[in-house]
């Protein structure tokens, strides 16, 4: 992939550089809004106090821990705005790549820590997020079939496909499995909706098909901001048997 990238160079997601094969140019990268900022280990709220807000401590969500590549703000939500809302599916590469590049930095250790384990190998960070080796199988958030077609195309799906390719270069990727959740019935887009209208508007909005007893999960959106869409998709995986649900996005609001 490194070679392809030298001889095809990329343009930089957000500032449109040429970068080799990288989802972001060097500076883009250095001053990218959220990048690495500390975090809830379970919603990946910004919290600087514990490893766990005041929220998810006093009621514990459906979903075991979450990672967000960067902040939803500018200039990263302008990518993310523009995949979803005006069908540049192009723009899905550079942000699962710079997805991948999250998580395996989330898992890596840095040398001299304590927590190394040799070259190339990777442990379950303090965040509480996995190597993408340890989660069996990675689940995109769904849309609601009269949503697909009126868009034609899930843009987490598509997020998800460019992760798992790209992991599969530097770690052993997990399988992308679409149809392990559905999207029962339509429901008013969330970004349109308020705190307690989006609680009310997916309750019971996913269905997980088949049995997923033992596995570990990860789930894939675009952007997470109360988090009960992730909510809702970790409760159908559960009631499926799933053991461990991970959520995994490219943007998270403050």
Known sequence: M???GRFLPRLCLLCETPCADAALCA???KFLPGSGRRRCRICARPW???MQCASCRASPPAYEASLAAADYCAPLDRAVTALKFSG???LATGLGALLAQAWVAAVTPP???GRDVGEGHVVEGEDGIPPPGRLDCIVPIPLAPARLAERGFNQAHLIAGAMVKRLRGVSTAPVLRQSHLVRQRDTQAQS??????????LDHGFTAVGRLDGLHVGVVDDVMTTGATLQAAALALKAAGAARVVNLVVARTA
Not at 192 to 201: D, E, K, S, T, Y
Request: charge should be positive; charged fraction near 10%.
């Open 2 to 4: 490194q070679m392809m």
């Open 27 to 29: 500076p883009c990268r």
């Open 48 to 50: 600087q106090v514990s």
């Open 88 to 90: 540049q599916i192009g």
């Open 111 to 113: 040398l001299g820590t």
């Open 192 to 201: 349109l909706l308020q705190w307690n209208a989006r609680q009310a508007n």
